[in-house]
């Protein structure tokens, strides 16, 4: 396995990360044996790091990698790193009602995610969106505080833009920024991820697939399960899905010419950018995590990334990334 580190103070990490929200919540049901196989084979590949948050599925996803790493040999157990976002508020039903970035709720939070997963000490731990109401100085200063006592190992921020991003380090050392990041998704290439750079601090990029819609697989006439969250994003939606699928068809026709997946040339892509940037796949299956690997055995040449741009220029996505209210809390497009 290839590694990676995060930026100047953050930990080396396999070159492809795992994100596992898909395995207990928001892309409809998913199959809880081959969800612990998928990490397994995960970890078996040479993947250390395992992306979660304690609001997906409600603790259910800190439980099931808890589950996948007590279970899985001795050797991969130790290698593997959590990386955690923590903040988000939920009903009963599922809702999202806000975020908390209090210094007490960030080592409660802390407390509850260390129980579930089962471990002494969370290797990223990260405010999944930035809480309007607390500086963003109190919430890393109570994460610095977590690292003291040794219950965290590294400070990681999740979309946050270059002022926040500033702020945050001036206080204590950040590792990463956990950001979406794709085909579809390339604004942090203006002032977000320059910033990142000069402050040495890596990139995790989310949504390197945008969440399946440029992995070739997504079709025209899918049906999308009552509580899979994409039937609510507007790039899936209407005529922003049909064009948004047309650019896929124009990224199709280079994969087929270099004998690869649409999936592996959009992951290769993002791998393009830089050694200091981190895809997370979100293979729910084995077979998905096993196309999303083949990825790191493409090279992009300055002929197939000017190819892919052309296909998929800057700013061609049809639709927000997300619906208008949850564009909201996003600090990162402010």
């Not at 806000?98 to 960030?106: L, Q, S």
């Not at 999944?128 to 994460?143: C, L, N, S, Y």
């Not at 003291?148 to 270059?162: C, D, F």
Request: charged share 25%; net charge negative; aromatic share 4%.
């Amino acid at each position: 396995m290839q590694t990676r580190t995060l930026g100047t103070t953050g930990p080396q990490t396999s070159a492809l990360g795992l994100g596992c929200m898909g395995m207990s919540a928001l892309y409809g049901d998913s199959d809880r044996s081959e969800s612990l196989a998928t990490v397994h084979a995960a970890l078996d590949a040479g993947i250390t790091l395992l992306d979660t948050g304690d609001f997906y599925g409600m603790g259910h996803n800190e439980l099931l990698i808890n589950e996948a790493l007590r279970t899985a040999p001795a050797a991969a157990r130790e290698r593997a790193q959590t990386s955690v976002k923590f903040g988000a508020l939920r009903t009963v039903e599922g809702g999202f009602t806000g975020y908390d970035g209090r210094p007490n709720a960030v080592k409660n939070f802390a407390a509850y995610s260390l129980q579930r997963l089962g471990t002494d000490h969370i290797d990223i731990y990260r405010i999944a969106r930035v809480d309007p109401d607390v500086p963003i100085e109190e919430t890393v200063g109570a994460i610095a505080e977590l690292v003291e006592a040794g219950h965290v190992r590294h400070i990681g921020l999740s979309e946050v833009g270059a002022q926040t991003l500033r702020r945050a380090a001036a206080v204590a050392p950040i590792s990463d920024l956990q950001i979406e990041y794709s085909l579809l998704s390339c604004g942090i290439e203006e002032a977000i991820l320059p910033t990142a750079r000069e402050l040495g601090i890596g990139i995790t990029a989310y949504g390197v697939l945008s969440r399946g819609l440029i992995s070739g697989h997504f079709t025209r006439d899918r049906k999308l399960a009552a509580n899979d969250f994409r039937g609510m994003s507007p790039r899936f939606q209407g005529e922003n899905l049909d064009r948004n699928l047309d650019l896929v068809d124009a990224l199709r026709k280079i994969a087929d010419q270099k004998g690869v997946s649409v999936a592996q040339t959009a992951i290769a892509w993002v791998l393009s950018r830089g050694t200091d940037i981190v895809p997370l796949v979100g293979a729910r299956r084995r077979d998905r995590l096993t196309e999303a690997l083949g990825a790191l055995d493409i090279t992009l040449d300055a002929d197939d990334l000017s190819a892919i741009e052309h296909a998929i220029p800057p700013g061609a996505a049809a639709g927000d990334r997300y619906p208008t209210e949850q564009m909201a809390h996003l600090d990162s497009e402010r």
